[in-house]
Nanobody, 124 residues
């Protein structure tokens, strides 16, 4: 069982930045692909970004490209999401997830473990 704990969410003005962190409670962290998803009120959960275990293979949703950066530190069992140029449409609960057996890792069902989420609110 892997526990994931997100942190770093909060209230920020449009144009601002936040850095989310997700700490994993497994010594096998480096073998997991990690992802970030988000869910806005009244909307479906959507993919944001993913990073393979090597750290050099990343994918982003179109809404995140050029503004968000996913990274990981396997020595610290932590994955990050640096979010810049935030706008009100980025307001959502952000979840990190861990998976091993997926293919593209852009679908939620490719992940086995989920965190509880951290709220990001962007004011206009």
């Amino acid at each position: 069982q892997v526990q994931l704990v997100e942190s770093g969410g909060g209230l920020v003005q449009a144009g601002g930045s936040l850095r989310l962190s997700c700490a994993a409670s497994t010594r096998f962290f480096s073998s997991y692909t990690m992802g970030w998803f988000r869910q806005a009120p009244g909307k479906e959960r959507e993919f944001v970004a993913t990073i393979r275990w090597t750290g050099d293979n990343t994918s982003y949703a179109d809404s995140a490209k050029g503004r968000f950066t996913i990274s990981r530190d396997n020595a610290k069992n932590t994955v990050y999401l640096q979010m810049n140029s935030l706008n009100p449409e980025d307001t959502a609960v952000y979840y990190c997830a861990a998976g091993r057996w997926g293919t593209r890792f852009i679908a939620g069902d490719e992940y086995d473990y989920w965190g509880q989420g951290t709220q990001v609110t962007v004011s206009s």
